[in-house]
């Protein structure tokens, strides 16, 4: 009789870019503007299972440069990565697509956007390296007191 294998499956099947948009709506008024622009930056992490024992796992970042209340350029990307995960205690699943996942995704991320800004004409905006494990943290930290103010 064959046992089976209990062991953890951790494998990348593919990283791709899932979305990648960019707008210039106030073109070309806003790049004769000589004040530098103001920089914000989200980010997000999302995981979708796809089949048994394989997950999407996504990372998005939202950039986007005014001046004043203009708009000089948004960009939004989403660098995504299909992954086998098998044969992983449930307690430690969740650190596994929220913290080694992204970290996997992220430096793929961080080039498309930087191509793509570049590729638009403007100096290239660089994310920065994102601590996954504090984020993943942080989130579970929220969601708990949200779920201790439910009411009862």
């Given at each position: 009789?064959?046992?089976?294998?209990?062991?953890?499956?951790?494998?990348?099947?593919?990283?791709?870019?899932?979305?990648?948009?960019?707008?210039?709506?106030?073109?070309?008024?806003?790049?004769?503007?000589?004040?530098?622009?103001?920089?914000?930056?989200?980010?997000?992490?999302?995981?979708?299972?796809?089949?048994?024992?394989?997950?999407?796992?996504?990372?998005?970042?939202?950039?986007?440069?005014?001046?004043?209340?203009?708009?000089?350029?948004?960009?939004?990307?989403?660098?995504a990565?299909?992954?086998?995960?098998?044969n992983?205690?449930?307690?430690?699943?969740?650190?596994?697509?929220?913290?080694?996942?992204?970290?996997?995704?992220?430096?793929?991320?961080?080039?498309?956007?930087?191509?793509?800004?570049?590729?638009a004409?403007?100096p290239?905006?660089?994310?920065?390296?994102?601590?996954?494990?504090?984020?993943?943290?942080?989130?579970?930290?929220?969601?708990?007191?949200?779920?201790?103010?439910?009411?009862?």
């Amino acid at each position: 009789m064959a046992e089976q294998d209990n062991s953890p499956v951790f494998q990348i099947q593919r990283v791709y870019l899932k979305d990648l948009s960019l707008e210039q709506p106030n073109s070309p008024a806003i790049l004769l503007e000589q004040e530098q622009p103001s920089v914000d930056i989200q980010l997000g992490v999302e995981a979708t299972p796809v089949a048994e024992g394989v997950y999407e796992v996504a990372v998005t970042a939202t950039v986007q440069t005014k001046i004043q209340d203009k708009t000089v350029f948004l960009v939004e990307a989403k660098q995504a990565g299909i992954f086998e995960i098998r044969n992983v205690p449930e307690d430690q699943m969740g650190g596994v697509i929220g913290i080694a996942c992204p970290q996997i995704i992220y430096p793929y991320l961080r080039g498309n956007v930087a191509d793509v800004v570049t590729r638009a004409g403007f100096p290239p905006v660089h994310l920065a390296e994102i601590n996954f494990q504090a984020m993943y943290e942080q989130q579970q930290a929220a969601a708990a007191q949200t779920e201790g103010q439910l009411p009862q």
